[in-house]
């Protein structure tokens, strides 16, 4: 999940194994959310979204669960691989016109072991 | 393919120095934003834009003002540069629910 204060949360993984990471939104109004993957010295790029009338969507490798009762979305990465390395975002939208800025987590560290 | 530049990877300025930080994207998009990122704080929105020559604050717009004369361009100005400015700044820009973002400016004020 994520955590306030100065410390991003972490997750170490076995190479080739699945990885979860987890994100809890804010707003039960929230009806679309993204998840984003920044790698060292880059901008934020964009993985997999999902609508507030879904509850799953599948991608190439990874898949995002979102369950509205407890307003938690979370990111799995199956057969993680040294690549997927990275700090991962989650952000949700207020709004359905798109025009609402993005409410961005506080991320998680994602580290592979090889 | 599809870009939003940031003119600068990295900046170092003064206290008190006036700084402009630019952004540029190419895919014709309405919507522009400035986030700054510190660590474990995540993304902080600063201002945004939904079209030329309007500008909305965000949620920490204290010692920022922003410019956007054209569509495509997107300034954040920062004017009295502050020790606590010190952080990566990113840029992005969107048409709908997704953003496109820039690779960030690091800035140092000292």
């Known amino acids: 999940g994520e955590s306030v204060g100065l410390h991003l949360p972490t997750l170490s993984v076995q190479e080739g194994d699945n990885s979860i990471i987890n994100c809890a939104y804010s707003?039960?109004?929230?009806?679309?959310f993204i998840w984003y993957k920044q790698e060292s010295g880059k901008g934020p790029q964009f993985i997999i979204d999902i609508r507030s009338n879904m509850d799953k969507r599948q991608g190439q490798r990874v898949t995002v669960l979102l369950n509205k009762t407890v307003k938690h979305l979370s990111l799995q990465i199956a057969a993680t691989q040294p690549g997927d390395s990275a700090v991962y975002f989650c952000?949700?939208?207020?709004?359905?016109?798109?025009?609402?800025?993005?409410?961005f987590g506080k991320g998680t560290r994602l580290s592979v072991i090889a | 393919d599809v870009k939003v530049t940031q003119s600068s990877r990295y900046l170092v300025k003064r206290t008190g120095e006036k700084v402009f930080l630019e952004c540029v994207q190419d895919m014709d998009h309405e919507n522009m934003f400035w986030y700054r990122q510190d660590p474990g704080l995540g993304l902080r929105l600063i201002y945004f834009?939904?079209?030329?020559?309007?500008?909305e604050k965000g949620d920490i717009p204290e010692g920022y003002s922003v410019s956007r004369e054209k569509k495509e361009r997107f300034s954040l100005i920062l004017e009295s540069a502050s020790t606590n400015q010190t952080s990566m700044y990113l840029c992005?820009?969107?048409?709908?629910?997704?953003?496109?973002f820039g690779s960030g400016t690091r800035l140092t004020v000292v």
């Open positions: 834009s939904y079209d030329v020559k309007m500008k």
């Open positions: 992005a820009s969107s048409l709908g629910f997704g953003y496109t």
């Open positions: 707003n039960s109004a929230s009806d679309y």
């Open positions: 952000a949700e939208s207020l709004g359905n016109s798109g025009n609402t800025p993005l409410v």
